[in-house]
């Protein structure tokens, strides 16, 4: 709706999925729907999914550096692998 009122030249590189734990059956529904979700916005989903932790929201909160918080090299590896993703397009 966007792109067709406000943006025509708006395009969207795919759909990411963040705070994933992937172990609650309401993330393997999400999951499983995406694609769907993707086809009707003529886009595509990501491989790369980023892990919800509680480090993220402690940086976060704390308006620190996701890189430079402790015990958050998980989620700055999740950030990569989209990173190399987007470059292999």
Known sequence: QIKKKLNPDLS?????LVK??????L?????DGLDDMAKRMETKVFNT???????????QSQ?????????T?????????????IELK
Do not use: F, H, T
Not at 12 to 16: A, N, R, Y
Not at 63 to 71: A, E, F, L, R, T
């Open 27 to 31: 993330d393997k529904a999400v999951v």
């Open 73 to 85: 090299k998980d989620v700055v590896a999740d950030y990569r692998e989209l990173l190399k993703e």
């Open 20 to 25: 994933y734990g992937g172990r609650a059956n």
């Open 12 to 16: 969207l590189e795919g759909i990411l």
């Open 49 to 59: 999914k980023v892990r919800e932790r509680v480090k993220l929201r402690e940086a």
């Open 63 to 71: 308006q620190q550096s996701v890189i430079d918080y402790p015990d």
